[in-house]
């Protein structure tokens, strides 16, 4: 079973900075490709940032050119790197992990973190 653990949430200014890490763990030469999502109390999950398949990041247009996400494959790991933070950054951060196991012959399964908080004061 694999799991997804994201860190590095906290309360910030607005302006400020918050680095968010999200953790694979538990398969066996697996590939693992992860995106982020946030939702907002009342509001729907939404998609935050991600890799394509040809290896471009791609951003929501809410948070192109303050966020930026990068992976450390050989970690297992997923970086969001977000500046200028705004009130309406607010939400819980989660991280989705599509694995791709030799043991399932690749096929690929979803697995979410229980999500990190980030909080942007006025």
């Known amino acids: 079973q694999v799991q997804v653990v994201e860190s590095g949430g906290g309360s910030v200014e607005a302006g400020g900075s918050l680095r968010l890490s999200c953790a694979a763990s538990g398969g066996t030469a697996c590939r693992y490709t992860m995106s982020w999502y946030r939702q907002a109390p009342g509001k729907e999950r939404e998609f935050v940032s991600g890799i394509d398949d040809s290896e471009r990041s791609i951003y929501a247009d809410s948070v192109k050119g303050r966020f930026a996400i990068s992976q450390d494959v050989a970690k297992s790991t997923s970086y969001l790197q977000m500046n200028s933070l705004k009130p309406e950054d607010t939400a819980m951060y989660y991280c989705?992990?599509?694995?791709?196991?030799?043991?399932?012959?690749?096929?690929?399964?979803?697995?979410w973190g229980r999500g990190t908080q980030v909080t942007v004061s006025s």
């Open positions: 989705k992990t599509v694995a791709h196991c030799p043991r399932w012959f690749f096929t690929p399964k979803d697995y």
